[in-house]
């Protein structure tokens, strides 16, 4: 007994990840220059890059996965959807140029038509975007996939989107659970299908806290436009008389409730997470995540404190006397700034929201986040999962387009 004891403890988890942040830092620094040099072409290939680093660390049953995917597949599939959003913008643009001035309603009709269209292609990019990244991934020579109907995954969206809205947000929470229910029944390794046992009332009352904030900062801001006078567009909105301390407690009120809000989402995220990884199934093997909340919080905090004091750099700077590098203008100076004193701030700026900022992000949280989805999610019963057969399933032939074209292809 001692010794079946020893052999359990020496197991090795069936999940592991071998990435380094370093090496991974590496890629993305490479890939930004690359891009940068190429006009933002190269972004293709580094994000084929970017998930070929992550699969091919991600260890099951001490093998790695592989992703196939290519930076040519995503670039054509781009080019193919941004044929179809062409035609959509200049229909957009139609609407504003040809529709009388008078005609409200059927400007109103045609933009609700037109952003309906959008919605619908948000939900098929999601949808193809998962087939195609499932598609490219093997694992011993075993390929994933996705099958399921892109038109059903778009009915279900649509209805649960409209009861969303009639509910004021509270059916959000059923609508994530049940997109993820068609999306898991739908996944499979070779010939084996996954999938989900769950239901979206487990997560109800996590869910409450993120409501309620919400819906205090709805309300606030409805009684701080109730306290204003209506006014044309030559005048500027006066208060009415002694609405002053409701507008300043209605105002400290959406403040408090924000912060509670993304703080409570956040929490909520990791929790949702957890039930829908820790209810996916195949056979007799069983998923289950303990994704942890506060290291995830902390990398976060990290994340956002890094961002501020790279902004906060030009301001230390312009205060510390001995930081005078001939390029950022004093705040004493009584001389007019010279163009590369101007252009500097605005320049330093540009470089940290496009490539500063979404490095230390990725570096400092996402990596955190997939490495602790690995290293946090146990299998029960996982030999199941290697008499997975090779399927016959035709996959995509193009890729992520439409999730690239509308920013919808993140982790």
Not at 301 to 318: K, N, Q, R
Not at 337 to 349: N, Q
Request: with cysteine; charged share 15%; glycine share 8%.
């Amino acid at each position: 007994m001692p010794m079946d004891q020893e052999q359990q403890t020496a197991t090795p988890p069936a999940l592991e990840f071998d990435g380094k942040r370093a090496s991974f830092l590496k890629v993305l620094i490479v890939n930004g220059i690359l891009t940068i040099l190429t006009l933002g072409i190269y972004q293709f290939w580094a994000k084929a890059k970017v998930q070929r680093f992550f699969w091919s660390n991600v260890r099951f049953l001490d093998d790695p996965l592989e992703y196939t995917g290519t930076g040519g597949e995503l670039f054509v599939g781009f080019l193919i959807v941004i044929a179809i959003l062409f035609p959509l913008g200049l229909i957009y643009s139609a609407i504003g140029s040809l529709v009388p001035p008078d005609a409200t309603e059927l400007r109103v009709g045609l933009e609700v038509v037109y952003y309906l269209v959008i919605f619908a292609l948000l939900q098929i990019g999601f949808y193809r975007m998962w087939r195609y990244r499932m598609s490219r991934t093997t694992w011993r020579g075993v390929r994933f996939g996705l099958d399921g109907s892109t038109w059903t995954y778009l009915k279900l969206a649509s209805g649960w989107t409209l009861l969303s809205a009639i509910t004021l947000g509270f059916a959000y929470l059923w609508m994530q659970i049940d997109l993820w229910r068609y999306q898991i029944r739908h996944t499979r390794i070779g010939s084996e299908i996954f999938k989900f046992e769950g239901n979206a009332k487990d997560l109800m009352w996590p869910w409450v806290t993120v409501y309620i904030p919400m819906i205090c900062i709805a309300g606030a801001g409805i009684g701080i436009m109730l306290s204003f006078e209506s006014y044309t567009d030559n005048e500027l909105p006066t208060m009415i008389a002694g609405k002053e301390v409701f507008v300043e407690i209605m105002g400290t009120l959406i403040g408090i409730s924000l912060l509670t809000f993304f703080i409570a989402f956040f929490m909520y995220q990791i929790r949702q997470t957890r039930y829908q990884i820790s209810g996916v199934k195949l056979g007799i093997a069983s998923f289950k995540s303990m994704l942890p909340i506060r290291r995830l919080f902390i990398f976060a905090a990290l994340s956002f404190l890094l961002m501020g004091a790279v902004i906060l750099l030009p301001f230390i700077m312009y205060l510390g006397p001995n930081f005078d590098l001939g390029v950022f203008p004093y705040f004493e100076t009584p001389e007019p700034a010279t163009f590369s004193e101007a252009i500097a701030p605005i320049a330093f700026m540009f470089v940290s929201v496009v490539f500063i900022f979404p490095l230390i992000w990725s570096v400092m949280f996402k990596f955190e986040v997939i490495k602790q989805l690995v290293i946090t999610t146990s299998i029960e019963n996982a030999d199941v999962l290697e008499q997975a057969a090779q399927s016959a399933s035709e996959t995509p032939r193009t890729g992520e387009g439409l999730a690239d074209a509308l920013d919808i292809g993140e982790f």
